[in-house]
Antibody, heavy 119, light 107 residues
């Protein structure tokens, strides 16, 4: 069974940092591109970042470029999102999602982890 | 960036109704359009990918159509478990973008 389990969310002050993790199981992690998608409370879905299967290529939304870094550890089956210089508008549930082979759509999502940026 | 516009933003319908949700892209995205269902407090669930392909395990009452800039998601006979918010997503170009969502409520 495919499972994606996020962790690392919490309350952080503006300007602070947080690292999210997404533990994957039930599939060959190193074969898939992985993504982060976020959802502010009561709002819609917003794509944040993606990383290719071997970690050599990444993309970011303009709103997080230069502040967030996506990475992966294939032997550990884990995806990461390092978030620096956090702002109130980064407050959201952060989901990791598996990009399906042949397309950037998401057949599997984690349960999400809540990041709250507030003083 | 490619803007995705969904309509309506919300609708009220009864069990058994046929429901259609529209998604329009700001530029041509061929068939790179996907649909998700999200229930409160849950992660989204993929319904349709590549405009018209039904994801494994999704009931056949869900269908998708369209290409280019105009797409539709149709629920042929609304069931109680279908009351949720639906999102379209383009996977044609980075940044990937979602529509604003359509909330389907009970009439």
């Amino acid at each position: 069974e495919v499972q994606l389990v996020e962790s690392g969310g919490g309350l952080v002050q503006p300007g602070g940092s947080l690292r999210l993790s997404c533990a994957a199981s039930g599939f060959t992690f190193s074969n898939y591109w992985m993504h982060w998608v976020r959802q502010a409370p009561g709002k819609g879905l917003v794509w944040v970042s993606r990383i290719n299967s071997d970690g050599s290529g990444t993309n970011y939304a303009d709103s997080v470029k230069g502040r967030f870094t996506i990475s992966r550890d294939n032997p550990k089956n884990t995806l990461y999102l390092q978030m620096n210089s956090l702002r109130a508008e980064d407050t959201a549930i952060y989901y990791c999602a598996r990009g399906e082979v042949g397309g950037s759509y998401y057949g599997y999502w984690g349960q999400g982890t809540l990041v709250t940026v507030s003083s | 960036d490619i803007q995705m516009t969904q309509s309506p933003s919300s609708l009220s319908a009864s069990v058994g109704d046929r429901v259609t949700i529209t998604c329009r892209a700001s530029q041509n995205i061929d068939y790179y359009l996907n649909w998700y269902q999200q229930k409160p407090g849950k992660a989204p669930n993929l319904l349709i990918y590549s405009a018209s392909s039904l994801q494994s395990g999704v009931p056949s009452r869900f269908s998708g159509s369209g290409s280019g800039t105009d797409f539709t998601l149709t629920i042929s006979s609304l069931q109680p478990e279908d009351f949720a918010t639906y999102y379209c997503q383009q996977s044609y170009r980075i940044p990937l973008t979602f529509g604003g969502g359509t909330k389907v409520e009970i009439k």
